[in-house]
């Protein structure tokens, strides 16, 4: 990709998250302006309230003084009977009307005036009511009302407008910010339809514009991919070549080694053999000529020779425990797989038997935990399981029982063999080191050539799966082996 095509996609990129940020801010002002308007909108929808309230006080006021009117002309208790529920009503709706205005300093100060007031007129309309029912008459003339009660009447009613004024002005106000929210929720949303609608559009055209790219990628790709298919086949076909020539060199080297090794253990044999006789000519000629032997004649016919033979031997021994491996090495490597499904919790236990008089000697405890079935090679994944748990056996330590554990499960295609020890460990460094042919790890106290564990990691390769070690010295080690869940059939040899 040039920087002409690499400017351009960052600056494609960069106004598409920008429409998108402008985005996000337009819809939080909508959720804003919404928010806003729903606010103004109660607060005018409490004014209303409030000014409802006091429209209600009023009327209970208009009825209060004609119940009193009613009473003092006719004498009728049924207009008494209004003014006492009336008059039990009011303080109740004198009452709500203080919780309506709780937020008003202005208007709580006005409803305190009003309930003494109320409670004022109330006493004197009683007071009327009481003197009606002695007969007493304290009005001049044809008038129902005295002084103090036209005073007091007057003062309700004033106060009464100067509420219902100061809520309606603030009626006007919150209206005309209501109508300012409504038109500026409205902008906002205009304005964010508008960039979702461009952010849109350009996301469309971005898109169809990467479709046709990843179509002519993708058809270079597949052209790509056929030529790497080619490549990968020819590669393989090197690889399984070199892999033959490589284990069939290793067997001609380990039959060519075989001749010469052969020869050496034939002449120690020949060495050792006479041995026995020189010892026989020595002693002879100690018990007849004694001055005639000397020191270093003993020396080499009893010690020297007796060593060099036993060095020779265990050397050629031991040769011929590595041209073996190697040999078998070489002959696992070409021997054609035969995948089919394993019990491996059969196998397991079928290994752990094959163990037993060693487990009971030594006092291991072995735990097998249910392992998945697995479509694999049996004879290698034995082998594999075979050797994981007797290292494990033979790297216990001493000062503690040994504990073995063998678990599994599926991973996705995959399945995941551990094998656990409470041993003495593996040092972190040697955690590859010891999947080398003929390297080994830790103290040489036990028998091995160093081929095990890498014979594991070949057959593990050969069935399409890994094997690793996680340990800390002193503390265990546990071998994981992953194999595919099912192994393919192999198509012809090796060789």
């Not at 009193?68 to 009977?81: P, Q, S």
């Not at 009660?149 to 100061?166: F, K, W, Y």
């Not at 079928?350 to 049996?378: C, F, N, Y």
Request: proline fraction near 3%.
């Amino acid at each position: 990709m040039n920087t002409a095509q690499r400017q351009f996609n960052r600056a494609i990129f960069a106004a598409i998250a920008t429409g998108f940020f402008m985005l996000i801010i337009a819809a939080g002002a909508v959720v804003w302006a919404f928010q806003r308007t729903q606010d103004i909108g109660q607060r005018v929808t409490h004014s209303i309230e409030i000014e409802a309230a006091i429209a209600n006080l009023n009327r209970l006021d208009e009825r209060i003084e004609a119940a009193r009117r009613g009473f003092l002309l006719e004498g009728d208790k049924r207009f008494l009977r209004t003014f006492e529920v009336t008059a039990a009503e009011i303080p109740h709706k004198i009452n709500d009307m203080a919780k309506l205005t709780a937020d008003n300093p202005d208007q709580i100060r006005r409803v305190e005036q009003y309930r003494k007031l109320a409670k004022n007129y109330l006493d004197l309309v009683e007071k009327s009511i009481a003197n009606k029912r002695a007969g007493i008459t304290t009005v001049p003339g044809s008038s129902l009302l005295d002084k103090a009660d036209i005073a007091v009447s007057q003062q309700l009613r004033d106060l009464s407008d100067t509420m219902s004024s100061a809520e309606r002005d603030l009626l006007e106000k919150r209206t005309t910010r209501e109508h300012a929210g409504i038109l500026l929720s409205t902008s906002i949303g205009i304005v964010a339809a508008t960039i979702l609608l461009l952010v849109s559009f350009g996301t469309i055209w971005v898109v169809r514009r990467t479709l046709a790219a990843l179509s002519v990628a993708g058809e270079q790709l597949r052209l790509l991919n056929g030529d790497l298919e080619s490549a990968v086949a020819e590669r393989t076909a090197e690889l399984q070549r070199a892999n033959a020539e490589i284990q069939r060199f290793a067997y001609i080297v380990s039959h060519d080694l075989r001749s010469p090794l052969v020869n050496v253990m034939g002449f120690t044999s020949e060495l050792a053999a006479a041995i026995e006789p020189l010892s026989e000519l020595l002693e002879m000629a100690e018990e007849r000529i004694p001055d005639s032997v000397t020191d270093e004649a003993r020396y080499a016919v009893r010690e020297n020779l007796p060593e060099s033979v036993g060095f020779i031997r265990t050397s050629t021994e031991k040769m011929d425990r590595l041209i073996n491996a190697i040999l078998r090495l070489s002959r696992e490597g070409r021997r054609m797989l035969a995948p089919e499904a394993v019990d491996m919790n059969a196998l397991v236990t079928s290994i752990i038997d094959s163990l037993q008089h060693r487990v009971g000697e030594l006092g291991v405890t072995m735990k097998a935990e249910p392992l998945p079935t697995v479509i694999t090679d049996k004879l290698a994944i034995e082998q594999i399981l075979s050797n994981l748990i007797e290292n494990a056996i033979k790297y216990l330590k001493a000062d503690r029982p040994g504990t073995i554990i063998i678990r599994g499960q599926k991973e996705n295609s995959r399945v995941l063999i551990e094998v656990e020890d409470n041993g003495r460990g593996i040092d972190p460094k040697d955690h590859e080191r010891i999947f080398d042919l003929f390297r080994r790890s830790g103290t040489q106290d036990q028998p091995g050539e160093g081929i095990g564990l890498a014979h594991v990691r070949a057959l593990a390769h050969r069935l399409g799966g890994t094997i690793s070690c996680t340990s800390a010295l002193e503390n265990g080690a546990t071998f994981r082996l992953s194999l595919p869940k099912d192994l393919a059939p192999q198509q012809g040899s090796n060789t």
